[in-house]
């Protein structure tokens, strides 16, 4: 019989809006100096998607997950972290 556990991922997840104080030009240049994407990279990246929903970040550490999520947030983009679990068969 084996043993099943879980292990958690998480995602930090840009949910399509932008903070409220903060204008897409603004956003985006912030998001250039954070991801070293050109400007057009991070139009297509952040901007054109028809769901609006990227995963910025997938990680298994909550505590790199919650930089992330500050980092991004401050640039002024609504970010969450989503928690993803993995069933692990030993």
């Known amino acids: 019989?084996?043993?099943v556990d879980k292990e958690v991922n998480y995602s930090v997840v840009f949910m399509?809006?932008?903070i409220t104080g903060f204008e897409k030009h603004q956003v985006m240049s912030n998001l250039v100096n954070i991801t070293?994407?050109?400007i057009?990279?991070?139009e297509n990246k952040?901007?054109?998607g028809s769901s609006g929903r990227v995963v910025?970040?997938?990680?298994?550490?909550?505590?790199?997950a919650r930089k992330y999520h500050g980092k991004f947030s401050r640039?002024?983009?609504a970010v969450g972290i989503q928690m993803d679990f993995e069933e692990i068969d030993e």
Not at 56 to 64: A, R
């Open 75 to 77: 640039a002024g983009m």
């Open 16 to 18: 399509g809006e932008i």
């Open 56 to 64: 910025i970040k997938k990680t298994n550490d909550l505590e790199k």
């Open 46 to 48: 952040f901007f054109k």
């Open 1 to 3: 019989m084996s043993a």
């Open 36 to 38: 070293r994407l050109k």
């Open 40 to 42: 057009d990279e991070i």
